[in-house]
């Protein structure tokens, strides 16, 4: 069983940084997908980011191209947000999932087999 983990969350101002971490319990996961998602209350859970951990392939949502980037390092098996230029429509809680055993990059949370527990972004006006 995978168990993630997310760190990193807090509050801040508009336009500030933040950069979110997901650790992995299990060893390798060279041939797992990744991805961030994030949901605000009231609203669906909504896709931001992937990456592909056995070459570093990395997708985003259009929207938030640009402002946000993947990464992860496999020596510590942990992948980052770091998201930039922060404005208050980001306020969400963010998740870590995990989609084992593909290389195909997914957007639709129902394709991911695990997740962590989330971590709070606020971002002030």
């Known amino acids: 069983q995978v168990q993630l983990v997310e760190s990193g969350g807090g509050l801040v101002q508009a336009g500030g940084s933040l950069r979110l971490s997901c650790a992995a319990s299990e060893g390798t996961f060279s041939s797992y997908v990744m991805a961030w998602f994030r949901q605000a209350p009231g609203k669906e859970r909504e896709f931001v980011a992937a990456?592909?951990?056995?070459?570093?392939?990395?997708y985003y949502a259009d929207l938030l191209k640009g402002r946000f980037t993947i990464s992860r390092d496999d020596a510590k098996t942990t992948m980052y947000l770091q998201s930039d230029g922060l404005k208050p429509e980001d306020t969400a809680v963010y998740y870590c999932?995990?989609?084992?055993?593909?290389?195909?990059?997914?957007?639709?949370?129902?394709?991911?087999?695990?997740w962590g527990q989330g971590t709070q972004v606020t971002v002030s006006s």
């Open positions: 990456i592909r951990w056995s070459d570093g392939s990395a």
């Open positions: 999932a995990a989609r084992k055993r593909v290389v195909v990059i997914t957007t639709a949370p129902s394709t991911y087999d695990y």
